[in-house]
């Protein structure tokens, strides 16, 4: 039941001029689905990000590249709740509050978004998975965090969930550590998701695999956003991946964007020096 509710919500979000025919003609634009400004995090007196402005809209998947140390991780760690910037709004368009500055919210309430409408998929399976519970338990916990309590509905649905990113459900009860690394990339997808959450922040999400394996994880993704019309914020270093996943992009460097824009457009005809030098090493390697 929660877990239709929660796919419905996030269709409707995917899918705004489908959902337009009750909605009054003179209806305001849609907002968007999350929207930055000025966020500026500091470790001591070195920059970590610096005044980011961006929105997401409603089924669109954004990704952040920028060598290593040019404030990507920091940046997602902001926007996700992980980091406290020191100044700059986080605005997110809750299902059930609308637009609030996720800043501002009590712990409590973050905590809550962190387990229901938000996603987050880091690079090492093991900090977004729970070692010593069972594969099932893992997928099963994010729909229980979002009221679900059937037994058998939750075991279904984490069965169908290790079967659509290619896990054979008859391994419902073994351990994460029993599994590949591919594989527990797999099921921490299937944890992130399985729950319909409106928003996935993903790091590096394919790093640390070897280049097979790699490729199969971003094909599965790929079907996954689309299906799903997730919206995402994607970082990575890897230009092929955001080529693959993303719509738009921002190039980041010493902490800051030094360049924004459709994906194809950015990587075609980069306009910035340091995203022309990006996209030329990618080239020679
Ligand atoms: N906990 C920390 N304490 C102090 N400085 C930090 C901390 N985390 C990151 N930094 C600094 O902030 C800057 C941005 O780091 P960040 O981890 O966001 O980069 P990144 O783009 O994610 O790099 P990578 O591709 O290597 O993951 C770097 O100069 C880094 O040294
Ligand atoms: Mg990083």
Avoid at 99 to 125: G, I, M, Y
Avoid at 128 to 137: D, H, P
Avoid at 198 to 211: A, I, K, N, Q, S
Wanted: with cysteine.
């Amino acid at each position: 039941m929660a877990l239709t509710e929660a796919l419905e919500e996030t269709a409707r979000h995917a899918a705004p001029d489908d959902a337009a025919p009750d909605a009054a003609p003179d209806q305001a634009p849609a907002t968007p689905l999350l929207r930055v400004k000025g966020v500026t995090k500091m470790y001591g007196g070195r920059i970590g990000c610096a005044a980011v402005s961006f929105d997401l809209w409603p089924g669109e998947v954004l990704g952040i590249v920028g060598e290593s140390g040019s404030g990507k991780s920091t940046l997602l760690g902001c926007l996700s709740g992980q980091l406290r910037p020191d100044a700059g709004e986080v605005i997110f368009d809750t299902s059930a509050q609308g637009p609030v500055d996720t800043l501002k919210l009590a712990e409590p309430q973050r905590r809550l978004l962190a387990r229901t409408d938000w996603a987050f998929v880091h690079q090492n399976p093991r900090d977004g998975l729970r070692m010593g519970v069972s594969a099932g338990g893992n997928v099963g916990e994010r729909l229980m965090a979002t009221g679900a309590r059937h037994y058998g509905r939750i075991r279904a649905s984490a069965e169908d969930w290790l079967g659509r990113v290619e896990i054979d459900p008859t391994r419902i009860d073994d351990r994460p550590r029993q599994f590949s690394g591919g594989m527990q990339q797999r099921l921490q997808i299937a944890r992130n998701l399985v729950s319909g959450p409106r928003l996935v922040f993903m790091d590096e999400p394919t790093g640390g695999l070897d280049v097979s394996v790699q490729a199969r994880l971003l094909d599965l993704l790929r079907g996954l956003v689309r299906d799903m019309g997730l919206s995402a914020v994607l970082v990575t270093h890897d230009l092929a991946v955001v080529r693959l996943l993303a719509d738009r992009l921002m190039v980041m460097k010493g902490g800051r964007v030094v360049e924004a824009g459709l994906t194809d457009q950015v990587l075609d005809d980069p306009q910035h020096a340091y995203t022309q030098l990006l996209v030329s090493s990618v080239l020679q390697v």
